[in-house]
């Protein structure tokens, strides 16, 4: 591999994907917004942070989906990504699974495919 592959300008190539990302939801899709899942993690701090640079902090909703087991620094993480962005956050309170239990109307769901 060629290092020069490497030598980018951060800048240009942000703003050539938040281009990709606005055509594609507010044309393509013709949505309003997206809600992108925050786990606090690098993937999605920066999917969330190219999304708000490109469709605007009010066209972003970030979403906690905490399991029993998550680690307590994943959701303090993702909390302080979605302030910092300026982003809505909302926390799906009891795990995605139980959500989706009670929404169908059926038993607890296993979460095994």
Same mark, same amino acid.
């Given at each position: ?21 606005r055509d ?5 899709l013709r949505?309003?917004? +997206?809600?992108?899942?925050l786990s ?5 701090? +920066? +999917? ?11 066209? !972003? ?19 302080? +990504? ?10 799906? !309170? ?20």
């Amino acid at each position: 591999m060629n290092a020069d592959l490497l030598k980018i300008d951060p800048g240009l190539v942000a703003g050539q994907i938040a281009t990709v990302i606005r055509d594609q939801v507010f044309h393509q899709l013709r949505r309003r917004g +997206v809600v992108v899942g925050l786990s606090g993690g690098v993937d999605s701090t +920066v +999917v969330a942070a190219l999304c708000a640079h490109a469709l605007g902090t009010g066209c !972003v909703l970030g979403l906690l989906m905490p399991e029993h087991d998550s680690d307590p620094e994943s959701l303090r993480l993702g909390r302080l +990504v979605a302030a910092s962005l300026g982003i809505v956050l909302l926390a799906v !309170v009891g795990g995605i699974f139980a959500l989706f239990s009670r929404l169908l109307g059926i038993g607890q769901l296993t979460g095994e495919a």
